[in-house]
């Protein structure tokens, strides 16, 4: 049904003459490795082929119209694809991964429409030293920062060093229902400055988690603060994000804890360190740390990748990633984005992962 709709939606745009308008591009990434995973489950190791390891598998359609005197029209359908089984990422969305219309003025910005990357995902991806891919990287510990919003009006404005951002989403997953104007809704604004090798950015995002039958007043804040320093060949990561939730409904995003007066707080460390060892070769590690309040779980994560590029679309990698677990934390190596709980370890349990993969960006 997917396909036939799809079918039907290119070729009326075709047969509008939207093409001779527009420069519309298609693009995508294939991304597929195999990976060894211990204590999956529990006492279990597994082999297994896994697909958008350092980069989610995609296709998509990006397009702009020049509307005259610096004003464009601009839209962007990105659909998930599974490369080692051929499916779609999601079987209730087509284009899954973004959906939005929007328009971008010379000077002062853009704003856009639809389902859209959150600012955390835009922050993960310039501070996260693995980018926040899915094999893997932050979003092991948090996958807010790998995290989409529908329903969404965004803005990104760039004013000389500075960048400014904000989102504001009436419902964050799934469609808005009448009477519930605030259940659901998610805000976020961040600012980044970078000039020469020096990055530094920082997002505050706030999301309202009550539903029909739940605590209304439950939600998750989130702030963050990080930075990058680039110097010769390498580059250096560090950051920081803090977390507050509050009410029954929250999700309890560290795990299935007793929360202490239906309110659970945690700060997330991370560093780390990109080196470009030749033209072809580029090394990166990285060290998450995760304390949680009153309680012990505090856990670890430690990730190293080595990627060789066999020219500008197509690469190799090999990634690597130990999770630690105190007795009452179950934090795996592998994003908890899309990902079963079969492949996360019981309490206390550490876990081993490594991935090696072929990636080609079209």
């Known amino acids: 049904m997917k396909i036939k ?45 896994s697909s958008g390891n350092l980069s989610g598998s995609r296709w998509g359609l990006r397009g702009t119209e020049d509307l005259g005197g610096g004003l464009k029209g601009i839209f962007t359908l990105e659909s998930g694809i599974n490369i080692d089984t051929g499916g779609s990422a999601d079987s209730s969305r087509m284009f899954n991964r973004q959906a939005f219309v929007g328009l971008q003025k010379d000077g002062f910005g853009t704003v856009t429409l639809g389902r859209q990357q959150t600012l955390l995902y835009d922050f993960g991806l310039n501070y996260d030293p693995m980018a926040i891919g899915t094999r893997y990287s932050i979003i092991g510990q948090d996958g807010a920062f790998a995290s989409r919003a529908d329903n969404a009006i965004k803005y990104v404005g760039t004013f000389g060093a500075f960048t400014v951002s904000g989102l504001y989403s009436f419902r964050f997953n799934g469609q808005e229902v009448p009477g519930q104007n605030n259940q659901g809704a998610e805000y976020s604004f961040g ?41 010769g060949s390498a580059k250096v990561y560090g950051g920081w994000r ?19 007066g239906n309110q659970l707080r945690s700060n997330l460390f991370w560093a780390g360190l990109g080196y ?10 990285a060290v998450y740390y995760q304390g949680v309040h009153e309680t012990s779980a505090d856990p670890w994560s430690l990730v190293a990748s080595a990627d060789y590029a066999l020219s500008k679309r197509t690469d190799l990698y090999l990634n690597m990633a130990y999770a630690i677990n105190k007795k009452d ?34």
């Open 5 to 49: 709709m799809l079918t039907v939606a290119v070729a009326a745009l075709a047969s509008t003459g939207a093409f001779a308008q527009t420069s519309v591009t298609m693009y995508g990434v294939a991304d597929v490795g195999v990976e060894y995973l211990s204590h999956a489950g529990g006492d279990h190791s597994t082999v297994r082929m």
């Open 191 to 231: 600012l980044n400055y970078a000039t020469g090798p020096l990055s530094v950015g920082a997002v505050y995002d706030q999301q309202r988690l009550g539903f029909a039958g739940g605590d209304s007043g439950s939600k998750i804040q989130r702030a963050t603060l990080a930075g990058t320093y680039a110097f």
């Open 242 to 260: 803090w977390a507050n939730e509050t009410g029954v409904a929250a999700p309890n995003l560290t795990g299935n804890l007793a929360v202490p």
């Open 276 to 285: 470009q060892m030749t033209p072809a070769l580029s090394l990166t590690g």
């Open 329 to 362: 934390k179950d934090r795996g190596v592998v994003s908890a984005v899309g990902v079963s709980n079969a492949d996360q370890p019981i309490n206390g349990q550490n876990q081993f992962g490594a991935v090696v993969g072929i990636r080609h960006k079209f």
